[in-house]
């Protein structure tokens, strides 16, 4: 499969340097299509899903021609919900992090106009808003449109779905007519073909195409998780298996480099493989790894290309991959040479979708499958403890050990299979800690599970009903400081909120349907970390 670095895009430095920080290593497929498609000024429909790398393929190309030094909007980026222009936005400060004097800011409805008005006035050269807020700002004259050169429509199918059509076509009826036209659509129904012959000049469609691929005929499992639990299901699969050689995916450099981190401070062998790695280095990790020195390689797809080592027995996926492709090399990496291998994927939230598609496309079969509890670890763990007993029984002389137990059980009124657990227990490691661990571990995998059976809208769960809180991690908010506020304040149980995702400046926060009026009029009167806050229902337009 060919791969496109960054560098080879013709892209400003600025821009690179902070696709470096942000740890992506080569363009996605999307990405490797859609950048010089956008940098060379064409109107184009890009048809890929969430988990492609599809908001930087449209955001780096638009970031690159916007200009810094104009103060007046130059692009405007519409989005079907709120959270999604929240996400965007972030994704689009995080690349023009070192273009001085630029811009981005999110407008969609809930969220205080007179304050938006202010932004707007102060400058921003990009804004990435709802349908509905952006028309109310036309309407306001606040937003002016004379300088635009870029439009996007993000999700666009999703946005038709929603009925923001009407909507959508009066902005791009006010937008000057020498801009450039940008769809990006998972889908593509025939109600965005006519949008794209209404409003588009020589519409190219951009997708990418799939080779026919042969899977090769191992396990393959997946995991749904929340990103912070990703270590600890791993280090349980781990034990579990016990794979001789495995190898651990990550979509960034930024992401192996984290992860050989936390294997390393869990006791394993792990060793990073990344394409930023000198060949010296890469060559004595590969050998480590040959040698069985390393035992667990974890590598991004590119530098994963050289592995040629045959007992590698197990794959993780620790990020979904970003195309389908990637999914069939990875897993291709096991199962060499005849012999057995496994593939396991973890899954957070929306993701799960992304899997359904590789399942298609590749006629493969990904089968579900639970966390495995503590007690499962620890059942296969005794009994690797107890074989290698065996062989010590058989081979060593232990009369002065047996003495030293005979010893204690008289003295102690212990019988010696007491003793004999008791060692089990401390071989094994076990301890409290990390039964307290898998409790929480299992509440985390429960409520994400919750999460994934909601619907495809990222709408909130049965029954719940999703709060908007204008505070999140800049201030130093974690979850738990939002949990006590709302069931300290009301007196509603900790247990019946659902959950909570914090972005940098904002929190979603679900509740049960029947407490949201008492829980928005008591918190509006509260405090959170000294700060007042504005709390209310999520998903307004
Ligand atoms: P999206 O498809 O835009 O929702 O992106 C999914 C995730 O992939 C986001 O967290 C992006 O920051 C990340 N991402 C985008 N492009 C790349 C890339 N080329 N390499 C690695 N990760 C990427």
């Given at each position: ?460 769960s049965k029954g719940m009903v999703r709060l908007f809180i204008n505070i999140g991690k800049k201030q130093n908010i974690r979850p738990g400081d939002i949990l006590g506020a709302i069931a300290g304040e009301t007196g509603m149980a900790g247990k019946l909120i659902g959950t909570i995702d914090l972005y940098d ?37």
């Amino acid at each position: 499969m060919e791969t496109v670095r960054f560098e080879e895009l013709q892209l400003d430095a600025s821009i690179l340097r902070a696709i470096v920080d942000m740890g992506f290593e080569q363009a996605s497929p999307i990405q490797a299509k859609a950048i010089p498609a956008v940098l060379a000024g064409g109107d184009i429909i890009g048809q890929a899903q969430t988990g492609t790398g599809k908001t930087a393929a449209f955001g780096i190309p638009l970031l690159q021609k916007v200009d810094p030094k104009n103060k007046h909007l130059q692009a405007v980026v519409l989005c079907p919900t709120r959270e999604l222009a929240i996400q965007v936005s972030e994704e689009l400060r995080n690349l023009s992090k070192y273009l001085h004097g630029l811009k981005v800011l999110p407008v969609y409805g809930g969220q205080d106009i007179t304050k938006q008005i202010r932004s707007l006035k102060a400058g921003a050269q990009v804004v990435v808003g709802t349908p509905g807020r952006v028309m109310d700002h036309m309407r306001r004259k606040t937003v002016k449109f004379d300088d635009i050169k870029m439009i996007v429509l993000d999700e666009a199918d999703e946005m038709l779905n929603m009925g923001f059509r009407e909507d959508i076509e009066t902005i791009l009826s006010d937008i000057p007519e020498e801009r450039q036209t940008i769809l990006f659509s998972a889908t593509m129904p025939k109600p965005i073909l006519e949008i794209a012959s209404k409003f588009q000049k020589d519409t190219e469609i951009i997708k990418v195409v799939k080779k026919e691929l042969t899977v090769p005929k191992i396990e393959q499992y997946y995991y749904e998780v929340r990103p912070k639990n990703k270590m600890e299901v791993l280090s349980r699969l781990l034990d579990l298996y016990a794979p001789k050689l495995s190898v651990v995916f990550c979509n960034t450099k930024r992401q192996v480099e984290e992860t050989v981190e936390g294997l390393k401070g869990r006791g394993y062998f792990a060793e990073a493989l990344h394409g930023d790695m000198k060949q010296l280095h890469r060559d004595r990790v590969m050998n480590g790894f040959r040698n069985g020195k390393v035992d667990i390689l974890v590598a991004t797809d590119i530098a994963a290309r050289g592995i040629d080592v045959d007992d590698v027995e197990a794959v993780f996926n620790y990020d979904v991959p970003q195309d389908d492709e990637f999914y069939v090399h990875r897993i291709g990496r096991t199962g060499r040479a005849g012999r057995t291998g496994r593939a396991f994927t973890f899954v957070v939230g929306k993701e799960v979708y992304k899997l359904k598609d590789i399942q298609r496309y590749c006629k493969t079969k990904i089968v579900a499958q639970p966390i495995p509890s503590l007690h499962d670890v620890a059942n296969i763990k005794a009994e690797k403890v107890l074989d290698q007993v065996n062989g010590i029984i058989e081979s060593v002389d232990l009369t002065k050990m047996i003495e030293l137990i005979e010893k204690k059980v008289n003295e102690e009124d212990y019988t010696s299979l007491e003793v004999a657990a008791a060692f089990l227990k401390m071989t094994m490691g076990d301890n409290n800690e990390e039964i307290e661990e898998y409790k929480k571990t299992t509440r985390e995998y429960n409520k994400s599970r919750e999460y994934n059976n909601r619907n495809n809208n990222n709408g909130p769960s049965k029954g719940m009903v999703r709060l908007f809180i204008n505070i999140g991690k800049k201030q130093n908010i974690r979850p738990g400081d939002i949990l006590g506020a709302i069931a300290g304040e009301t007196g509603m149980a900790g247990k019946l909120i659902g959950t909570i995702d914090l972005y940098d400046k904002y929190t979603f926060v679900e509740i049960p349907k029947e407490y949201a009026d008492e829980v928005i009029d008591v918190m509006k009167d509260a405090k959170i970390k000294g700060k007042t806050i504005n709390v209310e229902v999520a998903n307004k337009r």
